[in-house]
Nanobody, 129 residues
């Protein structure tokens, strides 16, 4: 069964940090562009950050630039999202998604797409004092 599994979410105080992981099973991520997306209650899902299959290209939403870092370890078949200086407005369910790299023109394009080949089930991130 092909699936993505996110982990690492939780409750953190403002200014704190979390690292999310997105692990693939049933397929290898080497040939996939990966994105992190989030959806807060009452809001549309938005692209947070995307990374190319090689890891050489990344894209970030303006709201997280300088605070979040996306990375990947293809040997571990995992993509990470390091989130620092968290704010209450970062509270959301975070999802990872994967698209076959040859179908994606740029990481910027992936981050604004609504449909993806594979989705994880999501992990809750709550930033609150």
């Amino acid at each position: 069964q092909l699936q993505l599994v996110e982990s690492g979410g939780g409750l953190v105080q403002p200014g704190g940090s979390l690292r999310l992981s997105c692990a693939a099973s049933g397929f290898t991520l080497d040939h996939y562009t990966i994105g992190w997306f989030r959806q807060a209650p009452g809001k549309e899902r938005e692209g947070v950050s995307c990374i190319s299959s090689s890891g050489s290209s990344t894209n970030y939403a303006d709201s997280v630039k300088g605070r979040f870092t996306i990375s990947r370890d293809n040997a571990k078949n995992t993509v990470y999202l390091q989130m620092n200086s968290l704010k209450p407005e970062d509270t959301a369910v975070y999802y990872c998604a994967a698209d076959f790299a040859l179908q994606i023109t740029t990481v910027q394009a992936m981050c604004v797409m609504r449909s993806h080949d594979y989705w994880g089930q999501g992990t809750q991130v709550t930033v609150s004092s």
